[in-house]
């Protein structure tokens, strides 16, 4: 499970919104961490939120140790980035072999056709996995 610090920010229901002040494990500087961190800085800057369940029921304003399930980022990546460049490039491949005659617009056109069911498939795996609890981030104990 990756776990991260951060700091109740609202309630809403069974979920509380947390404002996390450093992104990832933390363990950036370490040695065998990933240094993802340092690389979400070029793009997003400041406190990060996050809306994640409330099992422990704490209240605004608590300190919190946050984890995201052993496989949900993993599963994102694949989904959001491997799928999409595989269906463009099958796609470039498959339009290119079916129109020999015409194979630089046919690749293009495969390659348009798979980013577009890639773009398709990946919205409905991820609106499938909003809903998951093996995917939903949790708030896993007070500090």
């Known amino acids: 499970m990756i776990e991260t610090q951060a700091t109740v920010t609202a309630l809403e229901g069974d979920y509380a919104l947390v404002e996390a002040s450093q992104g990832g494990c933390g363990r950036c500087h370490e040695p065998g961490g990933c240094g993802g961190n340092n690389a979400s800085q070029l793009f997003c800057h400041g406190p990060r939120h996050f809306r994640v369940l409330n099992p422990l029921g704490v209240k605004v304003g608590e300190k919190v ?4 399930p052993d496989g949900a980022v993993s599963h994102s990546v694949l989904v959001l980035y491997l799928l999409p460049l595989a269906l463009l490039v099958l796609g470039a491949v498959a339009g290119a072999a ?4 015409a194979r630089d617009a046919a690749a293009a056109a495969g390659a348009l056709f798979g980013g577009l069911l890639a773009w398709f498939l990946a ?3 991820q609106a499938r996995d909003v809903q998951s609890p093996r995917f939903q ?4 104990q007070r500090l």
């Open 65 to 68: 140790v946050v984890g995201v």
């Open 137 to 140: 981030p949790v708030i896993r």
């Open 123 to 125: 919205r409905r795996l």
């Open 98 to 101: 079916l129109m020999p005659g």
